[in-house]
Nanobody
Framework: QVQLVESGGGLVQAGGSLRLSCAAS???????????MGWFRQAPGKEREFVAA????????SYADSVKGRFTVSRDNAMNTVYLQMDSLKPEDTAVYYC?????????????????WGQGTQVTVSS
């Protein structure tokens, strides 16, 4: 089984930046067990939504329109870690952010396509 642990959330003023990390552990992380990893978020009273995703091997990223140009997803395969750099944060970015992983490499935006989930980390952007 693969475990995902997020970190890096917190409180920031609008226009500020945060970097989230997601460390994968447990079963050996390889292209057989992890094809891509994604970030999702859920604000109070709203449904979970896709934020960004990256393939575990080779190129390939995907972003929600709402974060394009502001957020950057990256990975460090040696550290089994995926990052989400969030710049120019807005109050509407406030949410619990979840890291997710899937065995297949397709960059799906639907949460149901992902096999592993972290516990979430809170991001609060004040105006």
């Amino acid at each position: 089984q693969v475990q995902l642990v997020e970190s890096g959330g917190g409180l920031v003023q609008a226009g500020g930046s945060l970097r989230l990390s997601c460390a994968a552990s447990g079963r050996t992380i390889s292209t057989d067990t992890m094809g891509c990893m994604g970030w999702f978020r859920q604000a109070p009273g709203k449904e979970r939504e896709f934020v960004a995703a990256i393939k575990w091997s080779g190129g390939g990223t995907s972003y929600a329109d709402s974060v394009k140009g502001r957020f950057t997803v990256s990975r460090d395969n040696a550290m089994n870690t995926v990052y989400l750099q969030m710049d120019s944060l807005k109050p509407e970015d406030t949410a619990v952010y979840y890291c997710a992983g899937r065995r297949g490499s397709n960059l799906y935006t639907q949460g149901g396509r992902y096999d592993y989930w972290g516990q979430g980390t809170q991001v609060t952007v004040s105006s």
